[in-house]
């Protein structure tokens, strides 16, 4: 059994950073892909940021690319997002999530086989 745990979550001006980190326990870590998802309220949860299993190639969605940057540590079983300029729309709960089996789809949520609880994420205006 795969164990998630985000953290590094809070509130920060627009314009600010944050980084965020998931801590993986279980399972062949370095065989995952890894992703960050968000969720605002009212609205679907959607794809943030993957990376692949040696962290060589990374994904971003539209909307973060050049802001946000994801990173694995495969010794330490974490993966970070880092996040810069922050703006008020990246409010939402952000997830951590593991694909054990690669499928070739890396930002569709069900492809996800095991999730964190989440860590909010508010930026004030």
């Known amino acids: 059994q795969v164990q998630l745990v985000e953290s590094g979550g809070g509130l920060v001006q627009a314009g600010g950073s944050l980084r965020l980190s998931c801590a993986a326990s279980g399972g062949v870590f370095r065989r995952f892909i890894m992703g960050w998802f968000r969720q605002a309220p009212g609205k679907e949860r959607e794809f943030v940021a993957a990376?692949?299993?040696?962290?060589?190639?990374?994904y971003y969605a539209g909307p973060v690319e050049g802001r946000f940057t994801i990173s694995r540590d495969n010794a330490k079983k974490t993966v970070d997002l880092q996040m810069n300029s922050l703006r008020p729309e990246d409010t939402a709960v952000y997830y951590c999530?593991?694909?054990?089996?690669?499928?070739?789809?890396?930002?569709?949520?069900?492809?996800?086989?095991?999730w964190g609880q989440g860590t909010q994420v508010t930026v004030s205006s």
């Open positions: 990376i692949t299993w040696s962290g060589s190639v990374t």
């Open positions: 999530a593991a694909q054990t089996d690669y499928s070739g789809n890396y930002n569709q949520v069900h492809e996800y086989d095991y």
